[in-house]
């Protein structure tokens, strides 16, 4: 066969097979479609409502901006805004740490509460829908201006607990930075617990997920409840924790009683020149990255490690690839000193 | 002769659908008030927007009635309340849809965002604009300490000195002059206090709402403008820390009422939370103005026997206090849009439901009739009602008639007085000096002076050097900014020259 002849040959099967491809293709390109048709809602909405306004955000921030009522007037100041927040905002840093403190506080606090309150309400119990629905009705009503409202009445806390005095105590032991946030706790008991109203809601989906055989095996070795739940809840739910984490922080920093928030606010309606909607922009970056570092920082912890033993087995599988790698190095070295051998 | 009677009939039912509206020959009668429409407004159908955070309800009736004298115009009426009120002005303006007439309370953010036109024009050319409060020119209100003006006041409310006669009565104190000092003023405060009183619950000087020393620098000086010693170019806050610390002292004394939602307040009235303005034992309070119409002036207050009469702020000096002399006053300010296409117009517009005398007739029309109520059912004279800021002798009569319905002469005497002796006002400085909102929000209300000195636990006066320095730092910077080339562009360049060489001067 010519070398003509073999080129052909492979022109003709790339083109048959181009054939082919393309008769696939368009059903593929029609699934596509169809999938795309269904994402599109998304993909706009994700553009509009989130890329654009991300960038949108971004560019505020390297600017110094006015709205007046014929035009926005911006001026380009670079980090200026960046800079004067974390140099000279006199209320920023601090609340941002009031606000680190207590989320790092409060959010394990609504995790657990929620964790033993789905477990309570996965029991067989009588009326058990009508208790499931009393703790998801905060998730209904507890909104911004209702949660205000709560809080202006100082019913924010439960009426049994002697706050001033706890707050007393906290603060002859802990320092001023911890003992504040720890005694908001308190202070505010009812509206941290009303936020664990979705956070059951998973715990229950994942609790009702756990196979029951898992438990009548352990049963039948001799575990008790609290083995099994250190041993098989916990560890079967894990993600969940991670998720009802993720969510709370969320929630935590973007509800309307969030200090940040309302600094944010006041800083985009301020009369203060260098303030306005480049100044919050700015804010607002600096805080969301420091939200994300939190939902990191509670991924890192929570996030589910390899299994012990699946991890051995591919160090031992490295291993053997290694020492497979190191013998064929070392018969083609054979090989080559015996050719080498052969011609002298 | 049916078609004679069938015309005159028709004639009658005519007159009858005009109603009260008849035009005179100086002016348009509506309801037995006669107007005076400005003639040189558009004859073309235009639509308004009045952006406010008064009471609803009355702006509403005085909209309707200016569409009554002006049929051309539409007023659209837009109320937002104070607590959200800047954030949903920003959201209008930002989204191109910016009211034409806005009020606002701080200056700073409807100067720093370019909201309120020039409208010296319209203002000058106006004639009712020369028998206003005489304070609204000589202290520069409204200016900015400019050569433009850009804010009409909107709502005016006296500062008023509250006493309860009854309670002088009891104690066996006289009255005090209707020319009372300042120093007259304490002794009455100290003189009423008596913590072992024969009938068990302790009588206090003074009830307080707005402190003593944000009236004190005013009564001090007849030069200054708002709390803290302004003379219309530099600050001086040595005189507030006078009054500031003597209002303390008289706290850490014992001279002064209990606060609602205080222990100390659960110990006199054994209800924490108790107000002191209805206990009977308190001789004066610095309560607002709206105060007196809309509590104590109530069938509900009638059962705790108070007998509250006004008086005017005290000089400091017996000279000022014989006369009628400058005193706070909380003035709520508005003016037309930059981007209002209808400037003379809004002009109007606002004057009609701010300090003209033709909206004020019709507003003393609306309080007199008490069927009409805001959402609560009160009547409006009793919700948050301001004063007349004219002078015109017959707006006055017509307001204190309808104020004082049901008073006896004795009282109604008193309030004449002391409207007559109120008529020098000034504003409060984050109405009315640039940079002051600014510089109380980011300095002075963040350092917590008050709570310390009440404490006992600083000295005013040794924070009065670098709270001075401070406060015209932000007063230059702020005029820089907002009358400099980045903002309305009007400062001289020598007003620059020196606005900058203050900065310098009062950075630390």
């Known amino acids: 066969m010519t070398t003509a002849s073999a080129k052909e040959r492979i022109r003709n099967e790339k083109k048959a097979r181009q054939h082919v491809r393309i008769k696939k293709g368009k059903l593929a390109r029609r699934e596509a479609l169809a999938g795309l048709l269904f994402v599109l809602p998304w993909i706009i909405g994700a553009i509009v409502f989130l890329a654009y306004p991300l960038v949108t955000s971004f560019t505020y921030g390297l600017n110094n901006i006015r709205i007046t009522p014929k035009g926005y007037k911006f001026k380009y100041i670079g980090y200026g805004n960046y800079t004067q927040i974390l140099l000279s905002d006199t209320a920023f840093l601090p609340d941002l740490a009031d606000y680190v403190i207590s989320t790092l506080i409060s959010v394990p606090v609504i995790v657990v509460f929620a964790l033993l309150i789905a477990m309570m309400l996965n029991m067989k119990i009588r009326g058990r829908s009508f208790f499931r629905v009393i703790f998801f009705l905060p998730v209904i009503i507890v909104s911004g201006p209702i949660l205000g409202m709560l809080t202006e009445q100082n019913a924010g806390s439960v009426s049994a607990i002697d706050t001033q005095a706890i707050s007393a105590a906290i603060g002859s032991f802990l320092p001023e930075i911890l003992a504040k946030p720890v005694s908001g706790l308190f202070a505010n008991m009812v509206t941290i617990l009303w936020y664990s109203g979705v956070p059951i809601l998973l715990f229950l989906s994942g609790l009702q997920k756990i196979d029951s055989s898992m438990y009548e095996a352990s049963y039948i070795d001799g575990a008790g409840g609290w083995e099994t739940f250190w041993k098989i809840t916990l560890p079967q739910l894990k993600n969940i924790v991670l998720l009802s984490c993720v969510y709370t922080v969320v929630f935590v920093s973007s509800n309307d009683n969030n200090t940040l928030i309302a600094l944010i606010k006041a800083s985009m309606f301020s009369g203060t020149k260098e303030k306005g909607y480049g100044y919050a922009s700015a804010m607002a970056w600096l805080y969301s990255l420091v939200v994300l570092l939190i939902v990191g920082l509670f991924a890192l912890i929570l996030t589910t490690r390899k299994d012990k033993y699946e991890k051995e087995a591919r160090r031992t599988d490295r291993e053997l690839r290694k020492e497979a790698r190191k013998i064929r190095r070392v018969q083609r070295r054979q090989a080559k000193h015996a050719k080498r051998y052969q011609r002298t | ?508």
């Open chain 2, 1 to 508: 002769m049916k078609k004679i009677l069938a015309m005159l009939l028709t004639l009658c039912l005519l007159l009858g659908c005009c109603g009260s509206l008849a035009e005179g020959t100086d002016g348009v009668v509506i309801n037995g008030i006669t107007y005076h429409p400005a003639a040189d407004m558009t004859t073309e159908p235009i639509t308004l927007t009045y952006f406010h955070f008064d009471q609803d309800e009355t702006v509403q009736l005085l909209a309707d009635r200016f569409m009554e004298l002006y049929p051309n115009i539409t007023v659209n009426v837009q109320y937002e309340n104070v607590s959200t009120y800047n954030s949903t002005l920003l959201t209008l303006v930002s989204a191109g849809t910016c009211p034409d007439c806005i009020m606002f309370s701080d200056c700073d953010f409807a100067l720093s965002n370019m909201l309120l036109a020039d409208i010296s024009e319209y203002w000058d050319a106006d004639p009712e604009t020369k028998n206003l409060a005489d304070t609204l020119e000589t202290a520069g209100v409204g200016t900015y300490m400019t050569n433009a003006r850009y804010a009409v006041p909107v709502k005016f409310f006296p500062t008023g000195m509250y006493v309860d006669l009854n309670v002088l009565e009891a104690l066996n104190i006289e009255a005090p002059s209707r020319n009372w000092t300042w120093a007259d003023m304490i002794k009455l405060i100290k003189d009423a206090t008596v913590l072992d009183s024969p009938d068990g619950m302790a009588y206090y000087g003074c009830g307080y709402y707005n402190r003593l020393d944000s009236y004190y620098g005013i009564a001090a000086s007849q030069d200054i403008i708002g709390e803290f010693g302004f003379d219309g170019t530099d600050f001086d806050l040595g005189v507030w820390a006078v009054g500031e610390q003597e209002f303390s002292d008289l706290k850490l004394g014992g001279y002064i009422a209990p606060s609602t939602e205080t222990q100390a307040m659960e110990d006199w009235t054994d209800d924490w939370e108790a107000w002191c303005g209805a206990t009977g034992h308190v001789a004066l309070f610095t309560e607002a103005f709206w105060t007196f119409q809309n509590t104590w002036n109530t069938d509900e207050y009638k059962q705790y026997n108070l007998d509250i009469v006004p008086y005017v702020v005290p000089a400091v000096s017996e000279e000022d206090a014989s006369g009628v002399h400058h005193t706070i006053a909380t003035i709520d300010f508005g003016g037309v849009s930059t981007s209002c296409e209808h400037p003379r117009e809004a002009y109007e517009l606002i004057k009609f439901m701010a300090f003209g005398v033709d909206g004020w007739k019709t507003r003393c029309e609306i309080y007199n009739d008490e069927t009409i109520t805001n959402k609560s059912g009160l009547p409006l004279k009793h919700d948050v009602m301001p004063c007349p800021i004219t002078k015109d002798q017959d707006v006055w009569n017509a307001y204190i008639d309808m104020f004082c319905k049901g008073m006896d002469e004795a009282h109604v005497d008193c309030w004449r007085e002391y409207f007559a002796s109120c008529m020098q006002p000034i504003p409060f400085g984050w109405t009315s000096i640039a940079g002051y909102w600014n510089y109380c929000d980011e300095y002075f209300n963040s350092i917590g002076i008050h709570d310390l000195v009440d404490l006992g636990k600083a000295k005013a006066a040794d924070y009065a050097e670098e709270a001075t320095l401070k406060a015209n730092l932000y007063h230059a910077q702020a005029m820089l900014d907002y009358f400099g080339e980045d903002g309305y562009d009007i400062l001289t360049e020598e007003e620059v020259a020196k606005y900058e060489q203050m900065v310098e001067d009062n950075s630390i």
